[in-house]
């Protein structure tokens, strides 16, 4: 991808040269130093949020983390936000069942390639909710290593630790 978009932005710079007047003198200065990859593939996992899940504000008994950041779509050159429909609900909790793909053992994902639909990921790619899904995997993996606890009966023990690291489960 990196080498694929440094080659676009010469071939456009030599496109926008030949063909768009005023252009024939231009120069790059500049390009950014990392392509930008804001969607890719996810895994299905036990549970995938959803545009509503963020909008509404969504509660889980599995909550690892919270989301505040709005659904965000790119499209032809500008970024729109929607945000979530009650202020009082200004954001939604992040299910555990994110982070555990359906047909794969031992394996957590977090971050945007976790189980979310399209708007979902528009919310939750964003740092903070990445960072919640992080630690919630990190933590969850050295406690099921250490702990001899299955992944499907993680969820008690792993709130308890993240609540006395100081993560903010929501209500």
Same mark, same amino acid.
């Given at each position: 991808? *990196?080498?694929?978009?440094?080659?676009? !932005?010469? *071939?456009? /710079?030599r496109?926008?040269? @030949?063909?768009?007047p005023?252009? *024939?003198?231009?120069?790059l200065?500049? =390009?950014?130093?990392?392509?930008?990859v #804001?969607?890719t593939?996810?895994?299905?996992?036990?549970? #995938?949020?959803?545009?509503?899940?963020?909008?509404?504000g969504?509660?889980f008994?599995?909550? =690892?983390?919270? $989301?505040?950041?709005p659904i *965000? #779509?790119?499209a032809?050159?500008r970024v729109?936000?929607t945000? @979530?429909?009650d202020?009082? $609900?200004?954001?939604?909790q992040?299910p555990?069942?994110?982070? !555990?793909p359906q #047909?794969?053992?031992?394996? /957590?994902?977090? %971050?945007r390639?976790?189980s979310?639909e399209h708007e979902?990921?528009s919310?939750a790619?964003?740092?903070?909710?990445c960072f919640?899904?992080? &630690?919630a995997?990190?933590?969850?993996?050295a406690?099921?290593?250490m702990?001899?606890?299955?992944i499907?009966?993680?969820?008690?023990a792993?709130? &308890?630790?993240l609540?006395a690291d100081g993560v903010e489960l %929501?209500?």
């Amino acid at each position: 991808g *990196e080498v694929e978009g440094r080659r676009q !932005v010469i *071939e456009y /710079l030599r496109f926008l040269r @030949a063909e768009v007047p005023g252009f *024939e003198r231009a120069e790059l200065i500049d =390009i950014g130093t990392q392509l930008g990859v #804001r969607e890719t593939r996810r895994i299905r996992g036990a549970y #995938r949020l959803s545009g509503d899940d963020v909008l509404g504000g969504a509660r889980f008994d599995d909550a =690892i983390g919270l $989301n505040a950041w709005p659904i *965000e #779509r790119h499209a032809s050159g500008r970024v729109e936000w929607t945000f @979530a429909r009650d202020e009082c $609900n200004a954001f939604n909790q992040l299910p555990w069942r994110m982070l !555990v793909p359906q #047909r794969v053992r031992n394996l /957590l994902v977090a %971050g945007r390639c976790a189980s979310m639909e399209h708007e979902g990921q528009s919310a939750a790619r964003a740092s903070g909710a990445c960072f919640a899904m992080g &630690q919630a995997a990190g933590t969850a993996a050295a406690l099921m290593a250490m702990r001899g606890i299955a992944i499907d009966g993680i969820v008690p023990a792993l709130q &308890q630790v993240l609540r006395a690291d100081g993560v903010e489960l %929501g209500r």
